[in-house]
């Protein structure tokens, strides 16, 4: 694609046959499509695969103009589809194993797709190796004869480091793995997947392409080689979803890179304001030099957002208590990519249950923030004050 990515938002998925000559698709629901000759139905019969009406859980013409977007905006041939970000998660990956396979997954990945190696993918007999997000080339010694899969998700879940995808994909390839990616963070715009090894894409797009907080959507792009595949496999697992959803996740990208540009630079801001706080120890912002793989984050990406998290230097529950329950613009909550701003805690033994092989050794509890699109001035404020109410119980529980 040569045009600009800022370019591709806005006209991707727009072509006439998806918009009737309106500027937005409409939205057509549709279980049942009727055709009206033996002719006519087996031609959809035979496309049924490849955007063409035939029923309503292979898509209608919201989803097709949806599907066509993504794949314009991210690179790749195809993108399915998926109720939610970790239904896109278990259908790429249950996709493409089998009963005696092995799979290396992030140790920093988000918590449901742990679980899902755990429970599922153990009870079929597929095997699961976790791997330091920041192994790099180590990565070799982990790899078997049945190992199928590379999942990989950078910056990884609350703790955010940044993977070196180019050198992790590079030796999967070596072996003949699917390099999967959880790009929910990148949000397809800001790391290019295919043009750093990765073979299928999954976003929670209830993130930042939906980005109101308030529709629940996966997608998983992939190039050529795995879409055959990706979309039969996921067909026959039932994935669908509503044509509402699909609509809102297209309307969603027509202002994701101004949100994400506002998101980046509220949150840099106010990271750069934490990294001074005598109460924090260091700040976990992949755009600063002390969150680890910062160097992989100013190589491979375009852009950054705003969700990231912050380690103090103590732990004393009660002061976190403190801090969180008197906030006026941040919300706890989980999620992320609204317009809103949204703040949770994390002590450092809650981490430690979470991980296997990369077990962060923090002084205190870790918070991750989710910067919105609110003024950054009164958002500094809050955590100012917020601050300050920590620092008082601190200073009594001493
Ligand atoms: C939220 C999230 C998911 C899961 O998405 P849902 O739509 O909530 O199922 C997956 N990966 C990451 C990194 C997420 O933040």
Same mark, same amino acid.
Request: net charge negative.
């Given at each position: 694609?040569?045009?600009?990515?800022?370019?591709?938002?806005?006209?991707?998925?727009?072509?006439?046959?998806?918009?009737?000559?309106?500027?937005n698709p409409p939205v057509q629901r549709a279980s049942t499509i009727v055709f009206d000759t033996v002719a006519e139905k087996h031609r959809a019969m035979v496309n049924r695969a490849d955007k063409t009406l035939f029923y309503g859980r292979r898509g209608t013409t919201t989803h097709f103009a949806f599907q066509d977007a993504m794949t314009q905006v991210e690179g790749g041939v195809g993108c399915a589809l998926y109720p939610c970000g970790t239904a896109a998660i278990t259908n790429a990956i249950l996709s493409f194993v089998q009963a005696g396979d092995h799979i290396l997954m992030v140790d920093t990945c988000y918590e449901p797709t742990r679980d899902f190696c755990e429970v599922i993918l153990k009870k079929m007999g597929v095997e699961t190796t976790y791997y330091d997000p920041l192994i790099g080339e180590d990565i070799r010694s982990l790899i078997r004869p049945e190992t199928k899969i590379l999942?990989?998700?950078?910056?990884?879940?609350?703790?955010?480091?940044?993977?070196?995808?180019?050198?992790?994909?590079?030796?999967?390839?070596? /072996?003949?793995?699917?390099?999967? #990616?959880?790009?929910?963070? @990148?949000?397809?715009?800001?790391?290019?997947? !295919?043009?750093? &090894?990765?073979?299928?894409?999954?976003?929670?797009?209830?993130?930042?392409?939906?980005?109101h907080s308030d529709v629940m959507l996966g997608t998983a792009v992939t190039h050529e080689k795995y879409w055959d595949q990706l979309r039969e496999q996921s067909y026959l697992?039932?994935?669908?979803?509503?044509?509402?959803?699909?609509?809102?996740?297209?309307?969603?990208?027509?202002?994701?890179?101004?949100?994400?540009?506002?998101?980046?630079?509220?949150?840099?801001?106010?990271?750069?304001?934490?990294?001074?706080?005598?109460?924090?120890? /260091?700040?976990?912002?992949?755009? #600063?030099?002390?969150?680890? @793989?910062?160097?992989?984050?100013?190589?491979? !990406?375009?852009? &950054?957002?705003?969700?990231?998290?912050?380690?103090?230097?103590s732990s004393c529950p009660r002061a976190t208590t403190a801090l969180l329950d008197g906030m006026t613009h941040f919300s706890m909550g989980y999620s992320w990519g609204g317009f809103e701003s949204l703040i949770l805690a994390n002590e450092p033994k809650s981490f430690n249950a979470l991980r296997t092989v990369s077990n962060p050794d923090f002084p205190g509890t870790l918070i991750r923030l989710h910067i919105g699109l609110e003024d950054v001035n009164d958002l500094i404020a809050d955590l100012e004050l917020g601050l300050k109410r920590y620092q008082e119980i601190l200073a009594e529980e001493k």
């Open positions: 694609m040569s045009e600009n990515k800022k370019t591709t938002l806005i006209h991707a998925g727009r072509n006439k046959e998806w918009t009737h000559g309106s500027v999942f990989t998700e950078s910056p990884g879940s609350v703790t955010m480091e940044v993977q070196d995808i180019p050198t992790l994909a590079a030796i999967a390839h070596e /072996h003949d793995m699917i390099v999967m #990616l959880d790009n929910t963070w @990148g949000a397809g715009v800001n790391f290019s997947p !295919f043009d750093h &090894g990765v073979d299928i894409s999954v976003q929670a797009a209830t993130k930042y392409i939906v980005g697992m039932g994935q669908c979803i509503s044509p509402d959803d699909a609509y809102l996740g297209l309307r969603g990208l027509r202002t994701l890179d101004v949100r994400l540009k506002q998101h980046a630079e509220s949150s840099l801001t106010i990271a750069k304001w934490l990294a001074e706080h005598p109460l924090v120890d /260091h700040v976990r912002h992949p755009a #600063l030099e002390s969150c680890p @793989g910062h160097e992989f984050f100013k190589r491979d !990406f375009k852009g &950054g957002n705003g969700l990231f998290s912050f380690v103090l230097k």
